[in-house]
């Protein structure tokens, strides 16, 4: 680690404790601080940005901004226009990507920006840049995060924390682990994508106090603990960049005894929202962006209602601003605050990403939506199942499917068949033909960061017409 990498980190930990501070504000003061810090953003991005100059003309901005008054962009439109919005006009879309290709752990660019891009699983890749005070602030938010979990920096020792995401620096979360080795935390920083049972013998020889983990790795994890192939006791485990389900989380809580706590964030701005110890929902930590949960048609969405786009407004990254920068998420916000107190707002369900809904042609004619969180969860619910993936096309639903030890294979295939069209009848949809393989594993790709993507289009858009024949069989 060189001085200026010391450096970030160590003003990322003063400013965790400022963010900190931040638990104790009040509704009102969080909603004061959000408009002070947009006047701020949106007037600098105007002043130096070509993209937000040409996009606003027109549009007042005197006096307070009123966000809703301001134009919705997305990832396709900035990455096409990148280095018109940058506000530092060195930055350039072709000469990033080729830094990003040699990327080296936690280098630099120009000596002043860390460089991300994401997975590129909605089908667009993206590349987003922070300044050295930028990403330090991405840092001082990881630590918040982790005193939600009851982690904190000690005086003395370091907190060993086993780290599993992506298999290289390009993508957060492995760079936050990276920036982040320093002073009181430990980092083991494992690829999702290492074969399981070296995953499994380098935890083991770790022992790790902290766990950070993809859910779907982190569940089959809990699978190798009570069976005994790993012992590990860890004191707090987070799970990240997939969707935790019910059936994870208790499979975890099983095999450790303790409850996992939720993370969900973003490449842009890589913690958005995380869980408290009385796991009502995750915090939306909304002191460093604006999140608007919006419909198909960008109007508001009430709690208790799953909105189909997240809108986001980044308030602490003027290199590339993100003013209503769309998500493709669907989140639900809980109706009630968090008993905890804390003045930000809850997320009741992380549902996937519209695009992974599924449209099958319902018992009366018309169009069915079944969203990805409905759709896994019918499958998850069978404790025989470690691991899954859907495909969807038309005509057709594949199930990939990784029993646990314990399964009857024999009847698994036929067992998981039988259950999805049930549920899909009880939703008012006529089910397409369903096929189901059994796999000893289910391979991670390295061009998705070790992320499993549970649902999988394997055509185009559209609704799924039944099949006319009888139902698949399994392969």
């Known amino acids: 680690m060189t001085l200026r990498q010391f450096h970030d980190a160590a003003r990322a930990f003063v400013l965790s404790l400022e963010l900190a501070r931040h638990d104790r504000w009040t509704r009102a003061r969080v909603l004061r601080h959000q408009q002070r810090q947009l006047n701020r953003l949106v007037r600098h991005a105007v002043a130096r940005s070509a993209f937000y100059r040409d996009l606003y003309r027109g549009v007042p901005l005197e006096g307070d901004v009123r966000l809703a008054g301001l134009p919705v962009i997305d990832k396709r439109r900035m990455m096409a226009d990148f280095d018109r919005v940058v506000t530092d006009p060195r930055l350039k879309r072709a000469e990033l990507e080729a830094h990003l290709k040699g990327l080296d752990r936690d280098d630099y660019y120009l000596g002043e920006y860390r460089v991300l891009m994401t997975a590129g699983t909605s089908g667009l890749r ?25 982690v904190r920096p000690r005086l003395f020792g370091r907190t060993r924390i086993s780290a599993i995401g992506a298999d290289r620096p390009a993508h957060v979360s492995a760079r936050l682990t990276e920036s982040g080795d320093v002073g009181a935390f430990a980092f083991q920083r494992l ?7 070296r995953l499994v013998a380098a935890i083991n020889g770790f022992q790790p106090q902290v766990l950070l983990s993809y859910p779907s790795v982190a569940a089959l994890l809990a699978i190798a603990q009570l069976e005994g192939r790993l012992a590990i006791h860890p004191r707090a485990i987070s799970t990240h960049s997939e969707r935790l389900s019910p059936e994870m989380a208790r499979r975890i809580e099983r095999a450790w005894g303790t409850r996992p706590f939720d993370h969900y964030g973003l490449t842009e701005i890589s913690t958005v929202g995380v869980e408290c110890d009385r796991h009502r929902g995750l915090h939306l930590l909304d002191d460093l962006f604006i999140a608007e949960i919006v419909d198909q048609d960008y109007r508001p969405v009430a709690p208790g209602r799953m909105g189909t786009r997240l809108l986001l407004t980044g308030l602490y990254n003027h290199t590339q601003p993100l003013i209503r920068y769309e998500v493709s998420d669907m989140l639900t916000m809980a109706s009630e605050a968090c008993p905890c107190g804390r003045p930000f707002p809850l997320i009741a369900e992380v549902g996937g990403r519209s695009e992974e809904t599924v449209e099958l042609v319902g018992q009366d004619g018309r169009p069915v939506s079944i969203p990805p969180a409905v759709l896994a969860a019918m499958i998850e ?52 033909r369903i096929d189901v393989a059994l796999h000893e594993r289910l391979e991670r790709s390295g061009a998705r960061m070790g992320k499993l993507g549970q649902i999988e289009r394997l055509s185009g858009p559209g609704v799924l017409a039944p099949a006319d024949d009888r139902l698949g069989s399994a392969r």
């Open 126 to 150: 993206g590349i987003f840049v922070f300044s050295r005070r930028e990403w330090s602030v991405e840092l001082a938010n990881a630590i918040r995060w982790h005193g939600f979990m009851g």
């Open 191 to 197: 690829p999702a994508t290492l074969p399981f049972d």
């Open 381 to 432: 619910e069978l404790e025989e199942v470690a691991e899954f993936r859907v495909g969807a096309a038309a005509g057709l639903l594949r199930l990939d499917i990784v029993p646990t030890a314990a399964a009857a294979r024999e009847r698994l295939a036929a067992r998981v068949r039988e259950r999805l069209e049930r549920r899909l009848v009880a939703l008012g949809a006529r089910p397409p």
